[in-house]
C-alpha cells in the first residue's frame, strides 16, 4: 500500500503506522527537526524506516569556487559563509542520529545542464544567498563571467551538484 499526504507535519494526524516515510529536500524548511524526527519516528512500524533526501554541499562548493575567482575581494567572506553551511549539514545529520538508532548515508551526483548562463544564474541564486552573495543584484556581471567562462573551455553550461540520501532506522 502507497499513499501520500499533503500538509504541515507538525499538524498532521496520522492515522496508522507505516513501514516507510519519505521526506524529499524537506529538511530545510522545518524549524524543529529534532521534533519533527521524534514526531515521524512514532508514526513508523517497529523496523520501519524513514527516508530523506536533501542537497549535499558539492552545488555550494562549486559555486563558491565560481564566485572566488569571478570576485577575489569577496573570497574570505564567501568562504566564510560555506562554512557556515557546512557546519548546518553536520548538525541536521547529528539531529538524525539523536533520533534514530541507525542512519545511513548515500550520496549521490547529478549534472546540472543549463540552456544559458541566465539559466544557471537564476537557479544558482538561492545557493548564491546562503553563501552571502546575491549574484543577481550585487553581482550582476557574474552571469557574464559565466559566459566567458565556459565559453573559454568549450563546455555547455553546466555545474557538477551531490544529493544526500539519509535511511534512518528507529
Known sequence: QFGFMWGDLNELDYPQKYDCIFLNHLI?????????????????????????????????????????????EEQKL?????????????????????????VALYKYPAVLHFETAKEMVDYLEPVAKKLGVN???????????????FMEIGEEFHIVRDGYLYVCKG
Open 28 to 72: 530545510f524548511y522545518l524549524e524543529n527537526q529534532t521534533g519533527t524526527y521524534t514526531r515521524l519516528k512514532s508514526y513508523l512500524n517497529p523496523g520501519g524506516r524513514m527516508i530523506t533526501t536533501w542537497g549535499g554541499l558539492l552545488l555550494a562548493e562549486n559555486l563558491m569556487t565560481l564566485l572566488c575567482e569571478h570576485a577575489p
Open 78 to 102: 564567501i568562504k566564510a559563509h560555506f562554512m557556515e553551511l557546512k557546519k548546518e549539514m553536520e548538525q541536521r545529520e547529528k539531529e538524525l542520529k539523536q533520533v534514530f538508532s541507525e
Open 135 to 149: 549574484i543577481s543584484d550585487g553581482m550582476p556581471s557574474f552571469e557574464k563571467f559565466l559566459e566567458e567562462k
